[in-house]
Nanobody, 130 residues
Framework: QVQLVESGGGAVQTGGSLRLACVAS????????????MAWFRQASGKEREFVAA????????TYADSVEGRFTISRDNAKNTVYLHLYSPISADTATYSC???????????????????WGQGTQVTVFS
């Protein structure tokens, strides 16, 4: 079992910053965490789910969608079992519900496909205003 709980969403002004957090728990994750890839996806109203960023738990290697490269940063804290997504200088197009996801297959730990992720959090809303 793997449980994911996101936090940190809210309203943020363009040019500001926001940090989302996702805490992972459960015996399966605790025992196998270094095999996991963690990712953030987002879904805006009326649009399909979109990949944002992923990170390998083992070594912290990240990958980003082109739309957020250079503006967002994904990181993880081993001691806290937490993955973060820092939003720097967000724009209105970043408004969406952001969800954390876990992928237990290390060989695909930087996957951009939602189908490779077996565990999902409930999501946290981010609204960017000018």
């Amino acid at each position: 079992q793997v449980q994911l709980v996101e936090s940190g969403g809210g309203a943020v002004q363009t040019g500001g910053s926001l940090r989302l957090a996702c805490v992972a728990s459960g015996p399966t994750f605790e025992y196998n965490r270094f095999e996991y890839g963690m990712a953030w996806f987002r879904q805006a109203s009326g649009k399909e789910r979109e990949f944002v960023a992923a990170i390998k738990w083992r070594n912290g290697e990240p990958t980003y969608a082109d739309s957020v490269e250079g503006r967002f940063t994904i990181s993880r804290d081993n001691a806290k079992n937490t993955v973060y997504l820092h939003l720097y200088s967000p724009i209105s197009a970043d408004t969406a519900t952001y969800s954390c996801a876990a992928n237990p297959r290390e060989w695909a730990s930087l996957s951009r496909s939602p189908g490779d992720y077996s565990h999902w959090g409930q999501g946290t809303q981010v609204t960017v205003f000018s």
